[in-house]
């Protein structure tokens, strides 16, 4: 379990402790409203450690790799030359989805993206092939440190018929 110091005992503990326990099972909206709460009867602590345990795992983190994640999806890919800065833009764009699904809590907005991309590539190349499945799994695999930008990615690929990262 994630450690908090200085709240152990006291008329918050419990709640602390159900804070912590949500930040650990990745529930994150359920931690954020139990940090709201929290504040609200004066306490700081769990506060200060949302706000980095936020900026470690939230969207901002994943949008700081999002350059990692295009060079290593276009190293992954390889696109012929003339495409590459076509497939780099919209790697991109699956970071920013990714990152927007983390900041409001909804995964779906990843899969429609996901979905959007797929149709795209269907309708140019005449399939989707697996190419959009190779994206997902470099992202995956830079955003390894990331819970919950994998656990968005993993229920896209699967939603979108591919293994889990």
Not at 4 to 9: E, F, R, T
Request: proline share 6%; hydrophobic share 50%; aromatic share 4%.
């Amino acid at each position: 379990m994630t450690a908090v110091s200085g709240v152990a005992v006291g008329p918050g503990a419990a709640a602390v402790e159900a804070y912590l326990a949500c930040l650990d099972s990745a529930d994150h909206p359920a931690a954020v409203g139990l940090a709201l709460g929290l504040l609200d009867v004066g306490a700081s602590v769990p506060a200060r450690h949302l706000v980095s345990y936020l900026h470690q795992t939230g969207p901002d983190a994943v949008l700081r790799r999002r350059r990692d994640v295009v060079q290593f999806a276009l190293r992954a890919v390889t696109p012929p030359e003339a495409e590459a800065d076509q497939f780099a833009a919209a790697v991109g764009h699956l970071v920013d989805a990714l990152a927007a699904a983390i900041r409001v809590g909804d995964p779906q907005l990843l899969l429609d993206h996901t979905t959007w991309q797929a149709d795209l590539l269907a309708a140019r190349d005449g399939g989707r092939g697996p190419l959009l499945d190779a994206v997902l799994a470099a992202c995956g695999t830079v955003l390894a440190d990331h819970p919950r930008a994998c656990d968005h990615l993993r229920w896209a690929r699967e939603m979108q018929g591919r293994a889990p990262c």
